[in-house]
């Protein structure tokens, strides 16, 4: 298995439409995962800003929505440092049975993870698949806190946060993350737009994500606590695999997607 190197590769042409530089469109460096995420790995020269407009859509769907407070609560980075708020809204059932939006500080966020968890990919199941991808469960992971004296001081029965509300766009950004790290471990060169499975779901073109995306509820990366990301690459019969963990945690579900076939 070829595990995570962080650095930069550079490419010069669109990994998905494959256009050159040209007058008008000078080509934007794309991060495998995602930069709101602190995404280490960089294709210098890689997206066309027609190809980038649609995969920092389905992104900010992905991670704008569902992880804004975690984003913002372990600081990752923003592109608009001075927009970056210093509360956050959740949801309060108070004592009395109102239900109320109330804003937070960062400290009393809920410290909370949660991923959607998929079935198996659908191509290696091969179990009857119509479009687009099943949630069969979210993992949630809680980090250390004492929640007692917060539910006190809102007089809360209980808080909520929003969770995975576009899972679909969060398998499609996996399927993006895992096709950039197969570019950048294997080259473009061995990833031709008719062999590489994933790039119809990536740009929108099908609503076929579930077919290469799923958990297969095995465990392939090393296990240890951090917030950094894994990804891992292997061919099996000519076939690329790449298996990814966002946020590694022990708990944090595996993602296995296959890219595509090598050429
Ligand atoms: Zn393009």
């Not at 930069?35 to 389905?58: H, M, Y």
């Not at 990752?76 to 059932?93: A, D, G, N």
């Not at 950094?228 to 963990?245: A, F, P, Q, S």
Request: charge should be negative; glycine fraction near 8%.
């Amino acid at each position: 298995m070829h595990n995570h190197k962080p650095g930069k590769t550079k490419i010069g042409k669109c990994i998905y439409c494959r256009v050159g530089p040209t007058n008008d469109d000078s080509l934007q460096d794309e991060h495998v995962v995602p930069f709101a995420i602190d995404g280490s790995d960089v294709l210098e020269k890689a997206s066309c800003r027609i190809c980038a407009r649609k995969t920092s859509a389905v992104e900010s769907r992905a991670l704008g929505q569902d992880l804004k407070g975690i984003r913002t609560v372990l600081g990752f980075r923003t592109r608009h440092r001075r927009k970056r708020s210093s509360t956050l809204p959740i949801e309060v059932l108070r004592n009395t049975g109102e239900v109320e939006e109330v804003d937070v500080p960062l400290n009393e966020y809920p410290r909370i993870l949660a991923f959607p968890v998929f079935p198996p990919p659908a191509y290696l199941s091969k179990a009857s698949y119509q479009d687009g991808i099943e949630v069969v469960g979210i993992q949630v992971i809680q980090g250390n806190q004492e929640f007692a004296s917060v539910a006190d001081k809102y007089d809360a029965q209980e808080m909520a946060v929003y969770v995975s509300k576009y899972p679909k766009d969060w398998a499609r950004m996996l399927a993006k993350i895992a096709y950039g790290f197969a570019v950048h471990s294997q080259g473009l060169d061995h990833l031709s737009v008719d062999d590489t499975y994933v790039l119809n779901s990536i740009l929108g073109v099908a609503d076929d994500v579930g077919m290469w995306v799923g958990c297969d509820g095995e465990t392939k990366l090393p296990q240890f606590p951090s917030i950094d990301h894994m990804y891992g690459l292997y061919i099996v019969e000519g076939e690329i695999h790449v298996r990814v963990k966002l946020f590694s945690f022990p708990e944090a579900p595996e993602y296995h997607v296959i890219v595509g076939r090598r050429s």
